[in-house]
C-alpha cells in the first residue's frame, strides 16, 4: 500500500507513534523514527527493521531537526509525511490556593514550548524537503499530520497548559494548510481521546478504570493502533485537507 513512501514521526519511540511507525512499514513504507536521545528509538528502529532509522531530535531545536532531515535524504532520499506525535502532558491548578502558589511559569513554558512550538518547528522544516517532491496525478506532493487532544476543546481542571498547547495545534492547522495548498501538501491533525500509552499509564490503574467508563462507545482506551489506522486513512485520502479529526469514541471529558 506505501511501497516507496517515506516518513518522518516524532516521538516515533513510544505510544502512538511507535504504532504510527509499525504501521507504515507493515504496509511497505520506510520510517525515520525522531525521539529524544534518552528515549528508547534506538531499539525502536532496530525492532522495526531494516527501513527504519533512528535520529535523536528534541524537537523544539531547529539543528536536530535538519539533522533528522539529513539522515532521511541521505538514506530514503526523500520524505512524503510527516507524523507529529513529540510531547508531554502537564497538570496545574491555575492558583494553589491552600499553597499559596500560582501556576508554576516554567511549567506553562515547557509544555507550550514542546507540545506547540515542537510541532510548528517540525512542520516549517519538513515542509521545504516535502517540497521538493514531483507532484503525483492529483499535484499532490506530500502530507504533514499533527496531534492535538481532546483536550484542546474539553481542557479538565489543571490542563491549562496542556489544553493552551494543543489548541495552539488546533489553531495553526488550517492557516498551515493554506500556506502550503499551492505546494499540494496537506495538513491534518488528529485529535484522540484516552489512548493506552506509557504518556496515560503515568496514572493508575483505577483512575484508568474510571477515564474508560466515561468513553460512551467503546467504553474502554483507545489502542494506539486506531490511531495508527487514522494515519492511514488521513495519507489515503487526499480530500482531508486543513481538518482537525476526533478519535474519541464520542467522550466529551468533564471538568
Ligand atoms: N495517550 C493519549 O491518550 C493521548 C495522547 N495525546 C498526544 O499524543 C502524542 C503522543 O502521546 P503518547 O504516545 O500517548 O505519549 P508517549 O509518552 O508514549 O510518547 C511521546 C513521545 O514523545 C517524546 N518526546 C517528548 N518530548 C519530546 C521532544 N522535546 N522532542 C522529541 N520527542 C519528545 C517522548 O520521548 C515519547 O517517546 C502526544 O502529543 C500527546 O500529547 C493526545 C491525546 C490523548
Ligand atoms: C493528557 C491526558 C490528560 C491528562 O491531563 C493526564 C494525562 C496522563 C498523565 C496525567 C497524570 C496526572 O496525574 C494528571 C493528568 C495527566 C497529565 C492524559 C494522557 C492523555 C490525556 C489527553 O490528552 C486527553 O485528551
Known amino acids: 500500500m506505501f511501497k516507496g513512501l517515506v516518513g518522518i514521526i516524532t516521538g516515533g519511540a513510544s505510544g502512538l507513534g511507535r504504532a504510527t511507525a509499525e504501521l507504515l512499514i507493515k504496509q511497505g513504507g520506510r520510517v525515520i523514527v525522531c525521539d529524544l536521545p534518552t528515549s528508547p528509538g534506538s531499539d525502536t528502529a532496530k525492532q522495526l527493521g531494516e527501513n527504519a532509522a533512528f535520529v535523536p531530535v528534541d524537537v523544539t531545536s531547529e539543528q536536530d531537526v535538519k ?25 496545574c491548578r491555575i492558583y494553589n490556593f491552600k499553597k499559596n502558589q500560582p501556576f508554576d511559569l516554567k511549567l506553562f513554558q515547557k509544555t507550550i514550548e514542546v507540545n506547540l512550538v515542537g510541532t510548528f518547528n517540525v512542520i516549517r522544516l519538513v515542509a521545504g524537503m516535502i517540497g521538493k517532491n514531483a507532484p503525483d496525478a492529483d ?11 481532546i483536550a484542546a476543546f474539553d481542557g479538565q481542571i489543571g490542563q491549562a497548559a496542556y489544553s493552551a498547547s494543543k489548541a495552539g495545534v488546533v489553531g495553526m492547522t488550517l492557516p498551515i494548510a493554506r500556506d502550503l495548498a499551492k505546494q499540494g501538501i496537506r495538513v491534518v491533525t488528529i485529535a484522540p481521546g484516552l489512548f493506552r500509552t ?34 492511514q486513512s488521513i495519507i489515503q485520502n487526499t480530500m482531508l485537507n486543513g481538518e482537525v479529526i476526533r478519535l474519541d469514541g464520542s467522550l466529551r471529558m468533564q471538568p
Open 67 to 91: 539533522n533528522a532531515l539529513q539522515t532521511t535524504m541521505d538514506k530514503f532520499g526523500r520524505l512524503d509525511v510527516a507524523v507529529n506525535c513529540a510531547g508531554i502532558a502537564s497538570a
Open 139 to 149: 499535484g499532490q506532493r506530500g502530507v504533514i499530520i499533527n496531534t492535538a487532544s
Open 198 to 231: 506509557p504518556m496515560m499509564q503515568q496514572l493508575p490503574e483505577p483512575a484508568i478504570k474510571e477515564l474508560e467508563a466515561s468513553v460512551p462507545f467503546p467504553s474502554r482506551l483507545g489502542n494506539p493502533h486506531e490511531y495508527a489506522l487514522l494515519v
